[in-house]
C-alpha cells in the first residue's frame, strides 16, 4: 500500500513527532513537497505532505495560521511538516491551535531530519508501492492466462473476481449473461443488460462505470472484440474503485477474454469460404459432397432437419448474424452461417434455438419500439424468408422457399415470412391439372420455338421479368444482362404472342403457364 503520515512517523530514522491530527494519520501521501510561500496551494494537487520552516510565515499569528491551515486543507494537503529550530525553536502556538482546530495532521520534524529525508522516504515508499502492484499485476496475469488454458472464459472469470475482491460477468453480443463469477452474480450482472446495450452502440472499444458510493456496489463495463460492432462485454464489480494491481489484472482479463471470444480474421474467413462451399454443394444437389468438404465442422446439422433462412439488408443484416451466433452460442447448436455484403444464409437446426431466436428478434422489429412495423417503417430495411424444416437432399428446395418468403416479406412490409405461412391453400397443386397443361403449352410454344433457333432466351427473360413484377433493373440484373435488352426481350415477346404485356390478365395468365411447365 502507499505510504501513509503513520507510516513515515514509524519511521525509525525520521524521529518525527505528532502534534496534531493523531486520528488523521491513515492518510495516505502521494508526495513530500517543500514550500516556504505563504500561499502554496496554487501549486498543490492534493495530497502532498507540506515541509515547512516558517520562514515567510507570521507563525504567531493566530488569525493568519488559521487562514492559511484552512486552506491548505482545502486543497487537500494531508499534513504539514514543522521543522524546528531552524527558523522557530518550537512550533508555534498559533499554528498548533489552527491544526487541531482544522484536524489537519501537524508533524515536528527535529533539526537533525532534513526535508530531503522525508522526501526520500516517501519517494522509496512510493516506488515500492508502484513495484508491488506491478508484481501483483504480473502474477495475476499469469493465474488470469492458466484458468483461461485449464476452464476458458469461466474459470478466468472467478480468478478476476478473486483479484478484484468482487465479481465478474461475460456477456455476448447480445448483451446476454453468458458466465458469471462467483454464481451468485449472474443475478446482479442481468439487471445490467440495458446498461450494456447502450455501451454496445458507442465506437469500440468504450467502458462506462455503473453505481457508485450509494449503489450496492461499482461496476466497470468494458466491450470486447477489435471490430467496430464488440463481439461481447465484461462487467467487473467492487465496493471500491479498484487499485494499481487490479487495474492490471483487469486489463488482462480483457485481453485474454478478447482472445478467446474473438475469433481470428482469418479463421472466421476461412470458416465463411467454407460455409460458402458447403452451401452451394447442397443447392447444386451434392449433399455427399457437402458432408466430405464441411466434415466435423457443422456437428450433425446436415444430417438432421433443418431449415434455411435468407436474410436481406442494405449495408448487411450485421445485427441478426450477431443474434445467430449468440443463440448459437448459448445451445451449443451448429449453425452454417454465409454472409454477404447485403444478404445473410443460416442453415439452423429445425426447432432449435437459433431459429427460435431469429423469430423473437424478427418478431421484436415487427411491433418497433412504438408499436409500428419495423421493415415498413424503419430505416433498414432488413426482411427474412425461412424456409418450411428440410434436409440435405432438398436444401435447394428450402433455399428456394426461403427466397420466395423473402420476396414476400418485401412485398408485405414484413420483416420475417415463414414459407409455411404461404403453402396453406395454394393454387399451385391445381397447376398439375392436364388441362391446363396443355393451355400453358399452346400459350407458351411461339416462344419455345423462337428460343430454339438460338435468336434469344425470352421464356426465361419472360420468367425473371414477371418474378420482378416488372422491375426492368432488378429482372436484368437477374439474367445478367443490360436492361435495354431485356425491353427488347419483352416486345418480342408482345409481337410474337400479338398481346399486351401491360394487361395484367394477360402476365397473370403467362406466369401461371410457366408454373405449370416448371418442372420442363
Not at 491544526?99 to 516517501?122: C, D, N, Q
Request: glycine residues 10%; negative net charge.
Amino acid at each position: 500500500m502507499p505510504p501513509t503520515l503513520a507510516s513515515l512517523v514509524h519511521h525509525s530514522a525520521l524521529k518525527l513527532t505528532v502534534r496534531a491530527g493523531e486520528d488523521r494519520l491513515d492518510v495516505p501521501v502521494r508526495w513530500a513537497h517543500v514550500s516556504e510561500l505563504a500561499d502554496p496551494v496554487p501549486y498543490m494537487e492534493g495530497g502532498e505532505l507540506l515541509l515547512v520552516t516558517a520562514l515567510k510565515l507570521d507563525a504567531e499569528d493566530p488569525e493568519a495560521m488559521s487562514r492559511y491551515v484552512k486552506r491548505l486543507a482545502g486543497a487537500g494537503v494531508v499534513g504539514i511538516g514543522f521543522a524546528v529550530g531552524v527558523n522557530y525553536a518550537d512550533i508555534p502556538e498559533a499554528l498548533l491551535d489552527a491544526a487541531r482546530e482544522e484536524g489537519l495532521p501537524l508533524l515536528e520534524v527535529p533539526r537533525r531530519t532534513p526535508f530531503l529525508a522525508i522526501s526520500k522516504a516517501v519517494s522509496a515508499a512510493i516506488a515500492a508501492d508502484q513495484y508491488r502492484s506491478v508484481t501483483a499485476g504480473f502474477a495475476a496475469q499469469r493465474e488470469l492466462t492458466r484458468q483461461a488454458l485449464n476452464d476458458g472464459p469461466e474459470g478466468l472469470l472467478g480468478a478476476l473476481a478473486a483479484q478484484v475482491d468482487g465479481w465478474a460477468a461475460l456477456y455476448d453480443a447480445s448483451g446476454a449473461v453468458v458466465a458469471a463469477a462467483p454464481e451468485w452474480a449472474g443475478r446482479r450482472a442481468a439487471r445490467l443488460t440495458a446498461d450494456v446495450e447502450r455501451l454496445r452502440e458507442r465506437p469500440a472499444p468504450a467502458s462506462s462505470v455503473v453505481g457508485g458510493p450509494d449503489h450496492e456496489d461499482r461496476v466497470e463495463l468494458h466491450t470486447l472484440g477489435t471490430g467496430r460492432r464488440p463481439r461481447a462485454a465484461l462487467a467487473v464489480g467492487t465496493g471500491a474503485p479498484l487499485g494499481t494491481a487490479e487495474r492490471y489484472a483487469l486489463h488482462s482479463a480483457i485481453a485474454l477474454l478478447t482472445l478467446t471470444t474473438e475469433r481470428s480474421r482469418s479463421l472466421h474467413a476461412a470458416e465463411q469460404r467454407i460455409g460458402a462451399a458447403v452451401l452451394r454443394m447442397l443447392l447444386a444437389g451434392e449433399p455427399d459432397h457437402a458432408r466430405a468438404a464441411a466434415g466435423d465442422l457443422y456437428g450433425d446439422l446436415l444430417d438432421a432437419p433443418f431449415r434455411v433462412l435468407v436474410a436481406e439488408q442494405a449495408g448487411a443484416p450485421a445485427a441478426l448474424g450477431e443474434v445467430v451466433e449468440a443463440a448459437a452460442a448459448r445451445s451449443g447448436e451448429a449453425v452454417l452461417v454465409v454472409a454477404g455484403p447485403e444478404r445473410l444464409v443460416v442453415l439452423a437446426p429445425d426447432d432449435g434455438a437459433v431459429v427460435a431466436a431469429c423469430t423473437r428478434y424478427a418478431n421484436a422489429r415487427e411491433d418497433g419500439p412504438d408499436g409500428a412495423t419495423g421493415s415498413a417503417g424503419g430505416t433498414d430495411d432488413l426482411a427474412v424468408g425461412l424456409s418450411a424444416p428440410s434436409g440435405p437432399t432438398a436444401a435447394g428446395g428450402a433455399y428456394k422457399q426461403a427466397e420466395q418468403a423473402l420476396s414476400v416479406a418485401r412485398r408485405r412490409g414484413r420483416v420475417l415470412v415463414e414459407h409455411e405461412q404461404l403453402a396453406a391453400g395454394s393454387v399451385l397443386p391445381l397447376l398439375a391439372d392436364d388441362a391446363v397443361r396443355a393451355f400453358a403449352d399452346g400459350l407458351l410454344r411461339s416462344l419455345r420455338e423462337h428460343d430454339e433457333t438460338g435468336r434469344g432466351d425470352l421464356v426465361a427473360s419472360l420468367r425473371a421479368w414477371l418474378s420482378r413484377h416488372g422491375q426492368w433493373d432488378a429482372a436484368a440484373a437477374d439474367l445478367g444482362v443490360h436492361r435495354h435488352t431485356l425491353r427488347y426481350r419483352m416486345r418480342r415477346v408482345e409481337e410474337i404472342l400479338g398481346r399486351s404485356l401491360d394487361d395484367p390478365d394477360v402476365r397473370m395468365e403467362l406466369w401461371l403457364a410457366l408454373k405449370a411447365t416448371a418442372g420442363e
